[in-house]
């Protein structure tokens, strides 16, 4: 079974500053890895994902995120935190199966504020 | 911007209602998809569908149906609305082979008296 573990509901940063959101996940098989973004009112929007090509993946906004098998680890950055970046941040884990979809399971998100 | 579209955005009913939340997308997407989303819990997938006349329950019990007799349209019913169905609910749509890249509508949020 797969599984994703966001740390921290809530983070805050100053604008200007480093972003990380945290995210381990669990897979038995080699797992495809997403970022969302949900801003207020809205649907989630796909910021980025890890398909077994480069370890580090970069996505839309400025953010990027590095894959770590040792680590069991996705975790989200972006060097400098912006007022639009006030959001909600799901990260979420697939099975990576040859030639079929899967379904994808999503953590419970990390509400980013950003401090002026 | 992605074009898939959910109504109404906000729904109030009373219970026993029988409610319909549309969901239609012009992507040409074969799979589209419902979501159930509360405060601080995980999106949890409740039916899903790989295309036309092909409809699934998905991880989270739920006593709403689906029907999928057009490509673009993916409509959630529920026959007789209760307090407990009050949530908001997630439209998603993808193509095969883009695993995970969903694209999702901006929701409805029902409530229910």
């Known amino acids: 079974a797969q599984s994703v573990t966001q740390l921290g509901s809530h983070v805050s940063v100053s604008e200007g500053a480093l972003v990380l959101l945290r995210c381990n996940y669990s897979?038995?098989?080699?797992?495809?890895l997403f970022w969302y973004v949900q801003y207020p009112n809205q649907g989630l929007q796909l910021l980025l994902k890890?398909?077994?090509?480069?370890?580090l993946v970069k996505g839309i906004n400025g953010f990027e995120a590095e894959f770590k098998k040792s680590e069991t680890s996705f975790h989200l950055t972006k060097p400098s935190a912006h007022m639009s970046d006030a959001a909600e941040y799901f990260c979420?884990?697939?099975?990576?199966?040859?030639?079929?979809?899967?379904?994808?399971?999503f953590g419970k998100g990390t509400r980013l504020h950003i401090l002026p | 911007e992605a074009d898939i579209y959910q109504t109404p955005r906000y729904l109030v009913i009373g219970t026993g209602k029988k409610i319909t939340l549309e969901c239609s997308q012009t992507?040409?997407?074969?799979?589209m998809y419902w979501y159930q989303q509360d405060p601080g819990m995980e999106l949890h997938l409740i039916h899903y569908?790989?295309?036309?006349?092909?409809?699934e329950k998905g991880d989270l019990s739920s006593e709403s149906t689906v029907s999928r007799i057009r490509t673009e349209h993916f409509p959630l019913t529920l026959e007789s609305a209760r307090p407990s169905h009050t949530s908001q609910y997630l439209c998603?749509?993808?193509?095969?082979?883009?695993?995970?890249?969903?694209?999702f509508g901006e929701g409805s949020r029902l409530t229910v008296l």
């Open positions: 890890y398909t077994s090509a480069a370890t």
């Open positions: 897979s038995s098989v080699p797992p495809y």
């Open positions: 569908s790989y295309g036309v006349n092909s409809t």
């Open positions: 998603a749509s993808s193509m095969s082979g883009k695993t995970g890249e969903l694209f």
């Open positions: 979420a884990v697939s099975r990576a199966v040859m030639n079929r979809d899967d379904k994808i399971i």
């Open positions: 992507m040409g997407h074969d799979k």
